[in-house]
């Protein structure tokens, strides 16, 4: 069976790859009639407004990442709605005429918004114990189930410590409306994206975001309740991961569940009948099938040791690491002029590296697979050309010998991972393989992020997922490490897959490129008004 899920596996990213002429399927137009709705609301339920911050943390830039020092705040109403707030919640309004949409601290392919949030929490305050989901348009909880006292104090028994666990499940449709079969792996990217952002929020309260890495997709279904009410069917939503959030200072004994809470959780009663989304559906086949080939089965639990490698260098940013959530957007225009710092790079770059006790790698997902292959165009003291960063030391070797003969290796700094490949204008190169797009050269650099593929996927096939939420996650850091330099970044989803694999000299699948990032000097829009994110309550 796993050979089948392997090769099902690989079918879907060879027919979902762009080519110069010839893009991944999708409708070829926008159908507006049946855009889908950007919000998830369970109706007929309890709803809990959440209260928003009265003032942000008060913490610095590098407190984004670093745990160390930090007072753990009390798991109350309050608390969580903050953490919340600044994970998945609305960042802003933008407005061009009678025309509105909002923007969210967890960004998304086309601002569609396939990742929705559940809490598994204990009775606090006024908030019954209970499975809920989280309405980022009205910053509440919609109260889906009942769980008692008893059924807790299991749950804190086996993990050794008080927290509450918190999930996020995708919506295909929601992507595929636009981009068609290629939206599978954009609805990954976006998972990743969320968990990096539920981790350095997290991290924000003093507490620690921890992948359930042991449990199976079929397990987190049951628990969140996806299986309980009836969606449209091309509504349906899918598990992604399901973690349990604690004080950092205490370690967490387990990465599963027992099946005794399992069955206790599953046998809950489930309130809230899901909007309908959009009134007519296309049915992308391939997503559906792909998706249950990488389901994820049981496995065993893994306790990640990523190392306590130091810092490169000490950063500092003008802006509060709540600032810096805050204003995370994505660019559509940049100065061609526009330049980053050497310095400011490298500290970009080293915050991708996975640390023992850091966010947002922490989480325990994976071991890094995934490396950077960088277009530099306008960074100071260095020369333009293509350059390559590794996340990891244990591929240095293997991916010099399948690249280009010619790239020269030269080390940039000592005892840091970043290497010249080749010198020279790349500007054309980087808009070309990006889909012609020409904020992926028009940029101070872009880069195209490559990753382990085919051992990965033959070995567990369900981590086909787990690649591109790594990906995700290394680009939420890049548009928080944008931000905090006072510049900014976009994902870019779009790209040439093979034409990026032909630049480097990969002959086959061991590596592939999953997602494109690119960071440069803004030019905003003078047509488009902001509006603060959770003006529209007042009128709610």
């Known amino acids: 069976m796993q050979r089948q899920e392997f090769k099902a596996v690989i079918d879907y990213h060879e027919k979902t790859k762009h080519h110069f002429d010839r893009y991944a399927r999708s409708l070829g137009y926008m159908d507006w009639e049946n855009q889908p709705n950007p919000f998830r609301f369970y109706e007929d339920t309890t709803v809990i407004p959440l209260p928003l ?66 809490l ?3 009775r606090m305050e006024s908030i019954p114990g209970g499975v809920y989901h989280y309405n980022a348009l009205t910053h ?31 919506i295909f449709w929601r992507e595929s409306w636009k981009y068609g079969e290629r939206a599978f792996r954009y609805c990954n990217h976006d998972a990743g994206h969320a968990l990096a952002a539920l981790s350095l929020s997290a991290n924000l309260c003093g507490w620690k975001v921890t992948y359930l890495n042991a449990l199976s997709d079929e397990a987190i279904e049951r628990l969140l309740g996806l299986t309980k009410k009836g969606y449209p069917e091309l509504e349906k939503e899918h598990p992604d991961c399901l973690c349990f959030v604690y004080p950092y200072q205490k370690e967490l004994t387990s990465r599963r569940l027992p099946d005794e809470i399992i069955s206790a959780l599953d046998d809950l009663s489930f309130n809230g009948n899901p909007n309908q989304l959009s009134p007519e559906y296309i049915n992308w086949e391939i997503i559906y099938k792909t998706a249950e080939f990488t389901r994820k089965p049981i496995t065993d639990e893994h306790i990640y040791d990523y190392g306590r490698r130091p810092w490169s260098s000490v950063s500092s940013s003008q802006f509060s ?32 590296i996975a640390r023992n006790g850091c966010a947002p790698f922490d989480v325990e997902l994976i071991q890094p697979q ?48 970043f290497f010249l490949l080749k010198t020279g204008n790349c500007k054309r190169d980087a808009i070309m393989v990006s889909c012609h797009q020409e904020i992926a050269g028009y940029s101070a650099f872009s880069l195209g992020m490559i990753t382990k593929f085919q051992t990965i996927i033959a070995k567990e096939p369900y981590r086909y997922r787990h690649l591109f939420w790594e990906t995700g996650m290394i680009g939420q850091v890049f548009y928080l490490e944008a931000e905090a330099h006072g510049v900014r970044g976009t994902g870019i989803g779009c790209f040439f897959d093979d034409a990026v694999h032909d630049m480097l000299g990969f002959g086959d699948n061991q590596y592939q490129s999953l997602y494109h990032f690119t960071i440069g000097v803004p030019v905003d829009d003078p047509r488009l008004t902001t509006y603060p994110p959770y003006h529209h309550l007042k009128n709610f």
């Open 53 to 118: 911050l009265e003032s942000d943390p008060r913490a610095d830039y590098m407190d984004l990442y670093q745990r160390r020092g930090k007072t753990s705040l009390p798991f109350n109403q309050k608390n969580i709605a903050g953490f919340l707030e600044l994970s998945l919640g609305l960042s802003a309004w933008k407005a061009d005429g009678a025309t509105r949409w909002s923007l969210r601290m967890n960004p998304s392919s086309g601002n569609l918004h396939p990742t929705e949030g559940y």
């Open 120 to 122: 598994i929490i204990p």
């Open 140 to 170: 509440a909880l919609e109260r889906r189930a009942h769980v008692s006292s008893a059924c807790w104090q299991q749950v804190e028994s086996h993990f050794g410590t008080k927290g509450f666990m918190i999930g996020i499940s995708s």
């Open 321 to 352: 690491a709540a600032e810096i959530i805050r204003k995370r957007r994505s660019a559509t225009s940049f100065d061609s002029n526009g330049s980053v710092t050497k310095a400011q790079l490298l500290s970009m770059l080293d915050k991708t």
């Open 370 to 417: 995934t490396h950077l292959f960088l277009f530099i165009h306008n960074v100071e003291d260095l020369l333009p050309g293509l350059y390559f960063f590794f996340r990891n030391d244990h591929d240095i070797a293997e991916i010099k010998q399948i690249s280009k003969p010619e790239f020269v290796w030269r080390p940039i700094e000592d005892n840091f991972p």
